[in-house]
Nanobody
């Protein structure tokens, strides 16, 4: 079973950047496609981006294109989400997820999340 631990969240001013990391353990990382999601208070969980096993293919929510970039380092068993030009509405708990399927609409494994707060 894959265990996922997110890090890199925090408080940032509007217009700033953050890079989130998600470290995986307990499985063969390169066998899993990875995704990033977020959930703001009172809102449903929202898909942000996903990446296939090798990192050669990515998908983004239309609203994230150009601001967020997903990448992975299979040697480090880590997936990243680079977030630029952050806005107060990006405030949410950010989660990474893993699944063997690509593309996947259902992710089998989830991290506990990391809080991102963007101040105006």
């Amino acid at each position: 079973q894959v265990r996922l631990v997110e890090s890199g969240g925090g408080l940032v001013q509007a217009g700033g950047s953050l890079r989130l990391s998600c470290a995986a353990s307990g499985g063969t990382f390169s066998s899993y496609a990875m995704g990033w999601f977020r959930q703001a208070p009172g809102k449903e969980r929202e898909f942000l981006a996903s990446i296939n096993w090798s990192g050669g293919s990515t998908r983004y929510a239309d609203s994230m294109k150009g601001r967020f970039t997903i990448s992975r380092d299979n040697a480090k068993s880590t997936v990243y989400l680079q977030m630029n030009s952050l806005k107060p509405e990006d405030t949410a708990v950010y989660y990474c997820a893993a699944d063997r399927m690509w593309p996947s609409s259902y992710y089998a494994y989830w991290g506990q999340g990391t809080q991102v707060t963007v101040s105006s």
